[in-house]
């Protein structure tokens, strides 16, 4: 399984003590591969920073960096060429359905209910708040 993470959710899966760190917890475990692009990468540190600090988000980007080097194909890295424009509330998020469009993921874990628009339009990857990606996906009862 692939998935994008919006940043609302990145920026607390890192965290020991939030309930979102069970994302992490799959992700590095190999539960499913993460796609990313970029502007994505860019946007993380930005609001890493901004929000927690500078040692922080380098923190956070250093263990990305070292979890996908010592799990290969963990952490899968596109350059979308085709702009969708699917979140016209805000396109600001665009570079998030592009990036799940064009890696073929099958979701996008987010809060933001502008990703809704995704819902039943054709295009494979679907929102998913992280609360029901973890209940549906990542809990020990799923077969």
């Not at 399984?1 to 475990?29: C, E, G, Q």
């Not at 609001?47 to 990305?64: E, F, N, P």
């Amino acid at each position: 399984m692939i998935v994008v993470i919006d940043t609302n959710v990145a920026l607390t899966m890192f965290k020991p003590t939030h309930r979102n760190h069970a994302l992490f917890r799959a992700w590095t475990s190999g539960r499913f591969a993460w796609a990313v692009a970029t502007d994505i990468l860019f946007e993380y540190e930005e609001i890493m920073t901004r929000l927690g600090s500078a040692a922080y988000a380098a923190q956070v980007m250093s263990t990305v960096s070292a979890i996908s080097s010592l799990r290969i194909g963990s952490l899968i890295h596109v350059s979308p060429s085709f702009f969708f424009r699917t979140i016209s509330a805000d396109r600001d998020d665009d570079k998030f359905a592009d990036c799940a469009i064009t890696a073929h993921t099958d979701f996008i874990v987010t809060s933001d209910k502008h990703f809704n628009v995704l819902i039943g339009s054709g295009y494979k990857p679907q929102p998913i708040t992280p609360e029901a990606f973890i209940t549906s996906h990542l809990s020990g009862n799923q077969t």
